[in-house]
């Protein structure tokens, strides 16, 4: 069983953890999709989201301005939205493969995302999360201490660049979900790449509809600033999930899938209207257990067992603390700023 561990600063006092035969009990029976809850969640979240794009085209008559705060909340919504095309690709947002694909499908169109190219990337990011030998598909770009030191100065140069808070959650969304979504990648399965394409075509009706609904232009700023706050809240919340402190990363031979999931998957405390935006993914550790628990019952979940609610969380000051951090320490096993270099730098000199 799980305990808190007396510090959150030495990464080699770790609580044990659970049997796979324990935690695979706690979980079992919220792995059970609710019909019902899930057609409350679509409509608890495309409601205000629909009601907000109206409110949107009478702002537009005063004034473009009055429109974009609007437009932001509309941003906030879409991660809601992005839940649920993320559940769906699980297949565990509802029961029906057909329903969870289609509903997937549509909120794909509204978060800018291809269906079935996502979920194939995204199943090898669960499949992969915390094993330093295959990083690279789903993640966000991390170098250990040896290989940044062992880097050329471009190369430093880039990783430095790449972990800019302003290039990470705002530069990089937009590229992410404007541009790099709509081209398939080599690795690609002909469904991957048609669902690229098909997705491609969908947005393009959407925005000629939007369009003629609202005005070309009013239509492009406003889905541009509801794509750059869902994209950096997203990235945020993922980045926040794999990049603390003590994050679990382990070389293939020894990683482990339970140590990977509750170690190496944040326990992320939002308060609960934030919560409600984004899905309770928050609950990160019990969604690496197991993608087959849908959302709406991640939170129960987590409190039906001990083992998950002695998991320590991070709070929301506390994740601010986390881009400090860019290079995993293999020696100490814990993420560490780059400023964490030159101590060392300067304490090998003494």
């Known amino acids: 069983m799980i305990q808190k561990s007396s510090t959150t600063t030495d990464p080699s006092v770790q609580p044990p953890l659970p049997p796979v035969a324990e935690w695979k009990q706690a979980i079992a029976r919220y792995q059970?999709?609710?019909?019902?809850?899930?057609?409350v969640q679509i409509l608890d979240t495309l409601g205000p989201l629909v009601a907000l794009w109206y409110l949107m085209s009478l702002s537009l008559s005063v004034s473009l301005w009055l429109a974009v705060p609007l437009a932001a909340l509309a941003g906030l919504l879409l991660v809601r939205v992005f839940i649920v095309f993320h559940d769906c690709g699980h297949g565990s947002f509802f029961r029906s493969r057909l329903a969870n694909d289609v509903t997937g499908f549509a909120a794909g169109v509204l978060t800018l995302t291809p269906y079935y190219h996502w979920r194939w990337q995204h199943a090898q990011h669960h499949a992969t999360t915390g094993d330093l030998d295959q990083r690279g598909t789903g993640d966000v770009w991390t170098m250990t201490v040896q290989e940044y030191l062992e880097s050329s100065r471009w190369r430093r140069f880039a990783y430095r660049l790449a972990r800019n808070p302003f290039?990470?959650?705002?530069?990089?969304?937009?590229?992410?979900?404007?541009?790099?979504?709509?081209?398939?990648?080599?690795?690609?399965?002909?469904?991957?790449?048609?669902?690229?394409?098909?997705?491609?075509?969908?947005?393009?009706?959407?925005?000629?509809?939007m369009s003629a609904?609202?005005?070309?232009?009013?239509?492009?700023?406003?889905?541009?600033?509801?794509?750059?706050?869902?994209?950096?809240?997203?990235?945020?919340?993922?980045?926040?999930?794999?990049?603390?402190?003590?994050?679990?990363?382990?070389?293939?031979?020894d990683w482990d899938y339970t140590a990977a999931a509750l170690r190496g998957?944040?326990?992320?405390?939002?308060?609960?209207?934030?919560?409600?935006?984004?899905?309770?993914?928050?609950?990160?550790?019990i969604h690496h257990l197991s993608p087959r628990v849908p959302n709406y019952n991640l939170e129960r979940c987590h409190r039906s067992a001990r083992m998950f609610e002695d998991v320590e969380p991070i709070t929301l000051r506390r994740s601010l603390k986390?881009?400090?951090?860019?290079?995993?320490?293999?020696?100490?096993?814990?993420?560490?700023c780059f400023g964490h270099l030159r101590c060392e730098r300067r304490r090998a000199k003494r």
């Open 32 to 39: 059970e999709p609710s019909t019902w809850r899930a057609v």
């Open 167 to 209: 290039v990470l959650f705002v530069l990089a969304p937009l590229y992410l979900f404007v541009i790099r979504q709509r081209v398939s990648t080599s690795q690609a399965s002909p469904r991957e790449r048609y669902s690229v394409w098909w997705m491609n075509f969908a947005i393009a009706i959407m925005a000629v509809a």
């Open 322 to 336: 986390s881009m400090r951090l860019h290079l995993w320490d293999e020696g100490l096993r814990r993420l560490v």
């Open 265 to 285: 998957s944040s326990f992320y405390e939002l308060p609960r209207v934030l919560r409600w935006l984004s899905g309770n993914i928050g609950y990160h550790h």
């Open 213 to 253: 609904w609202l005005g070309v232009v009013p239509y492009f700023v406003l889905q541009l600033v509801a794509t750059c706050v869902a994209g950096a809240a997203g990235v945020w919340l993922f980045y926040v999930q794999h990049q603390f402190e003590n994050a679990y990363w382990e070389r293939g031979a």
